[in-house]
């Protein structure tokens, strides 16, 4: 699988989030130390960007600033409605002070 450098680890702060093109897609980053995961970045309920919403680090979930939808940004499964469709989700790599994200996963 190939994957491409998308941001320097240190651009992400730790327990926030950094959105970046990759893919052709708009994806968020999730930094919780030295792991970051990354999940498509609209919200699979209407179009906004998730990145813009509040990320609950201890939950490993990002609520949508709309309408309050929560997504696991592990998984990218919904945890709270409105929204009932998952989100995207890519593979990450970390390697020395670089994130480097792989195509989605369910293409
Ligand atoms: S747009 Fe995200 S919950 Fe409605």
């Not at 680890?9 to 950094?18: F, Q, R």
Request: net charge negative; hydrophobic share 35%; glycine share 10%.
């Amino acid at each position: 699988m190939s994957f491409t450098t998308v941001a320097a680890l240190d651009e992400i702060p730790d327990g926030g989030m950094k959105q970046v093109s990759v893919w052709g897609d708009v994806v968020g980053l999730y930094r919780v130390g030295r792991d970051v995961y990354a999940i498509n970045d609209y919200c699979s309920h209407e179009e906004t960007f998730l990145t813009e919403g509040d990320f609950e680090v201890e939950d490993l979930e990002v609520e949508c600033p709309l309408h309050g939808s929560r997504f696991n940004v592990v998984d990218g499964s919904v945890r709270i409605l409105p929204a009932t469709k998952p989100v995207a989700t890519y593979p990450v790599k970390v390697e020395g002070d670089m994130v480097l994200v792989g195509p989605r996963n369910d293409r």
